[in-house]
């Protein structure tokens, strides 16, 4: 299916402001790697949400708008540097950087608005807008930071909650426009490229010291082949499919919502478990797993795999077994795991995507899909369209 006329290609700035988003993937690797716990997991996803939720905003701000004119450049160029600020604050958020952490995030959300709102400023949008819940979450934000240990906790656990909600609280208050289907979905396909691509990071980054011995080099190759795996069940049969429920839907709101904002957060959040797990398995992979490196590698590919479940589900209203009985065998590995080599434990992963992959192009071609592309008619590349961008409408 070819995108319509009113379709656009991702910009130059939009990648560039990718850069610091990257830096912030690295950032939330290291802080998983340090604490494995439910309590770690828990202090990461909290500061996760408002870095996602800043990403968020400037795609769809980019996408809904014309923005050609400098001051949109310079804007999303300034964006990008709060990005970067952000990112540096991570490691030290609940200590001694957690008011700077704040402060940008607060900046940041308020300038967006600013560049959102200044051709249709309405008390209307200026209160219950999606570019302005932040004068509802800040306060939270700046209530923690001032506070140490679990009140922090508590107050930001708080806000980041608000922020998952307000996108259903505005669709309830607001008239929300259509967006452009080709490029809302490849920004959040280019947002899971980053995230599978700082997994190859954080494997590299632990072998580069280690000797490259044949047992070393199997236990990358076999890391590498199992980002290899998610990016081909991820591109093949899951973007493909949000592309086209995003041009055909009649309440595109609501789908959006909850196959990309909501559901690309639990795919990001679970890649980047796996990137930490698989980052364990390379200095050691003739060791079994201990107890959390086990479930962050394992339960973070269950919740890339059932968060593929539900997007099928939300689109097609219809339960994927495949993908679900890929969740349970992910679950089901995780006590084998501690007790087998870690190498055997990462190949019995992707062996049980690549079989969920291999399940749904068996299903793609029952349908009469295309067999190399996971739909008919889709294309992850076109040259069409030589002046669309750097990455072009047909994508």
Same mark, same amino acid.
């Given at each position: 299916?070819?995108?319509?006329?009113?379709?656009?290609?991702?910009?130059?700035?939009?990648?560039?402001?990718?850069?610091?988003?990257?830096?912030?993937?690295?950032?939330?690797?290291?802080?998983?790697?340090?604490?494995?716990?439910?309590?770690?997991?828990?202090?990461?996803?909290?500061?996760?949400?408002?870095?996602?939720?800043?990403?968020?905003?400037?795609?769809?701000?980019?996408?809904?708008?014309?923005?050609?004119?400098?001051?949109?450049?310079?804007?999303?160029?300034?964006?990008?540097?709060?990005?970067?600020?952000?990112?540096?604050?991570?490691?030290?958020?609940?200590?001694?950087?957690?008011?700077?952490?704040?402060?940008?995030?607060?900046?940041?959300? #308020?300038?967006? &608005? %600013?560049? +959102?709102?200044?051709?249709? !400023?309405? /008390?209307?949008?200026?209160?219950? *807008?999606?570019?302005? =819940?932040?004068?509802?979450?800040?306060?939270?934000?700046?209530?923690?930071?001032?506070?140490?240990?679990?009140?922090?906790?508590?107050?930001?656990?708080?806000?980041?909650?608000?922020?998952?909600?307000?996108?259903?609280?505005?669709?309830?208050?607001?008239?929300?426009?259509?967006?452009?289907?080709?490029?809302?979905?490849?920004?959040?396909?280019?947002?899971?490229?980053?995230?599978?691509?700082?997994?190859?990071?954080?494997?590299?980054?632990?072998?580069?010291?280690?000797?490259?011995?044949?047992?070393?080099?199997? #236990?990358?190759? &076999? %890391?590498? +082949?199992?980002?290899?795996? !998610?990016? /081909?069940?991820?591109?093949?049969? *899951?973007?493909?499919? =949000?592309?086209?429920?995003?041009?055909?839907?009649?309440?595109?709101?609501?789908?959006?919502?909850?196959?990309?904002?909501?559901?690309?957060?639990?795919?990001s959040f679970g890649i980047i478990a796996i990137a930490v797990g698989l980052a364990d398995t390379v200095p050691a992979p003739l060791d079994p797993l201990p107890t959390r490196e086990a479930m962050l590698l394992f339960g973070g590919c269950a919740l890339f795999l059932g968060t593929f479940a539900y997007a099928h589900w939300r689109i097609h209203r219809t339960i994927a077994w495949r993908r679900i009985g890929g969740t349970v065998a992910c679950l089901l590995l995780v006590p084998p795991a501690m007790v087998m080599p870690a190498l055997a434990g990462v190949v019995c992963l992707i062996l049980v995507v690549a079989l969920v992959a291999?399940?749904?192009?068996?299903?793609?071609?029952?349908?009469?899909?295309?067999?190399?592309?996971?739909?008919?008619?889709?294309?992850?590349?076109?040259?069409?369209?030589?002046?669309?961008?750097?990455?072009?409408?047909?994508?």
């Amino acid at each position: 299916m070819r995108p319509g006329p009113s379709d656009k290609g991702v910009s130059w700035e939009e990648l560039f402001f990718d850069l610091a988003f990257v830096f912030a993937l690295t950032q939330f690797s290291q802080l998983l790697h340090e604490d494995h716990g439910w309590t770690g997991i828990g202090r990461v996803l909290i500061l996760f949400v408002p870095v996602y939720w800043a990403w968020g905003g400037v795609t769809l701000y980019i996408n809904q708008r014309d923005t050609d004119a400098l001051v949109d450049r310079v804007g999303v160029f300034t964006l990008g540097f709060a990005s970067l600020l952000m990112a540096l604050t991570i490691p030290g958020a609940y200590e001694h950087h957690g008011l700077l952490f704040v402060g940008v995030y607060i900046a940041s959300r #308020a300038l967006l &608005a %600013a560049l +959102a709102l200044r051709k249709r !400023l309405s /008390w209307r949008n200026l209160f219950v *807008g999606p570019y302005v =819940f932040f004068l509802l979450v800040g306060p939270l934000l700046v209530a923690g930071a001032l506070m140490d240990g679990a009140p922090r906790i508590a107050f930001w656990a708080v806000a980041a909650t608000v922020d998952l909600l307000s996108p259903w609280v505005v669709r309830h208050l607001t008239i929300q426009p259509r967006a452009q289907p080709v490029h809302y979905t490849h920004r959040y396909g280019l947002l899971i490229i980053l995230v599978l691509g700082e997994s190859v990071i954080e494997v590299g980054a632990v072998s580069v010291d280690g000797e490259l011995n044949p047992v070393r080099l199997t #236990a990358i190759g &076999a %890391a590498y +082949a199992m980002v290899g795996v !998610l990016a /081909w069940l991820y591109f093949g049969f *899951g973007l493909p499919d =949000f592309r086209q429920a995003l041009d055909r839907a009649a309440d595109q709101v609501d789908l959006r919502r909850a196959i990309l904002v909501y559901g690309h957060l639990l795919f990001s959040f679970g890649i980047i478990a796996i990137a930490v797990g698989l980052a364990d398995t390379v200095p050691a992979p003739l060791d079994p797993l201990p107890t959390r490196e086990a479930m962050l590698l394992f339960g973070g590919c269950a919740l890339f795999l059932g968060t593929f479940a539900y997007a099928h589900w939300r689109i097609h209203r219809t339960i994927a077994w495949r993908r679900i009985g890929g969740t349970v065998a992910c679950l089901l590995l995780v006590p084998p795991a501690m007790v087998m080599p870690a190498l055997a434990g990462v190949v019995c992963l992707i062996l049980v995507v690549a079989l969920v992959a291999a399940a749904e192009q068996l299903a793609v071609r029952r349908q009469g899909g295309d067999a190399a592309g996971g739909s008919a008619g889709y294309r992850p590349f076109s040259d069409e369209d030589p002046d669309s961008g750097p990455a072009t409408a047909g994508v």
